[in-house]
């Protein structure tokens, strides 16, 4: 039943991206000659964003499928914390990288997976601009043998009555919802590299206000 309500739900978000590309595409073809310069400015600018929607979330799908499978290769491998963090703070948040916070010791280091890692604080990163606000604090520790990293903005947090249903799929709060787009991925995708990595990740409301997202790895000298 839960796989295929997962099937449903991804075949639910696939169909408007997709219906988007098409018709604009079917614009094009029939009515192309007959466009202003600008309308076709804004066709292309809307298939271009609508296609690289699509990319992402097949991407996410795929990562997901990957996962349920026990497929995805688990290789720790020394890595330097803070400039780790740093470097997918720049990817993830682009142009708004200055909204970001880094808060890593400089000579922190840890034994995990580079790709999940970056996978997990990179969702953890977009999630925390898309739906918080600035802000963002991104901080790292070692204590008993286990690496903490926290994700922290200073939007309005989680209401409590959604968060048993934060890390599962295509799950996204009212709120969530009109104040940014977004597939509801991005933290099951996280919470299962997490799990890969033989660690957690768990939501805590932040202080004096705000969502704070907690990656716990053991094993972490």
């Known amino acids: 039943e839960l796989k295929m309500n997962f099937i449903a739900l991804a075949a639910h978000e696939l169909r408007t991206p997709a219906a988007v590309i098409h018709g ?57 914390v803070r400039e780790r963090v740093e470097e997918i703070v720049s990817l993830a948040a682009g142009s708004r990288a200055g909204e970001v916070d880094v808060q890593v010791p400089a000579k922190l280091e840890a034994l995990v997976d580079p790709d999940a890692f970056d996978r997990i604080i ?18 790292a520790e070692r204590e008993n043998g286990r690496l903490t990293v926290a994700v922290e903005d200073r939007g309005e947090g989680v209401p409590s009555e959604f968060v048993p249903k934060l890390f599962e799929r295509f799950s996204r709060s009212d709120p969530s919802r009109r104040r940014a787009g977004g597939t509801g991925l991005g933290l099951a995708i996280a919470h299962s590299y997490a799990e890969a990595l033989a660690g957690e990740l768990r939501y805590r409301d932040a202080r004096p206000h705000g969502a704070c997202f907690e990656l716990v790895l053991p094993s972490a000298t």
């Open 122 to 139: 990179s969702n953890l990163v977009t999630n925390a601009l898309r739906y918080g606000r600035a802000p963002v604090s991104v901080t």
């Open 24 to 80: 604009v595409v079917e614009t094009i073809e029939r009515r192309g000659g007959q466009l202003e310069d600008g309308q076709k400015a804004d066709l292309e600018q809307m298939l271009s964003a609508q296609a690289a929607g699509l990319k992402g979330l097949v991407e996410q799908l795929l990562d997901l499928s990957r996962l349920d499978a026990h497929a995805v290769p688990i290789e720790p491998s020394r890595i330097p």
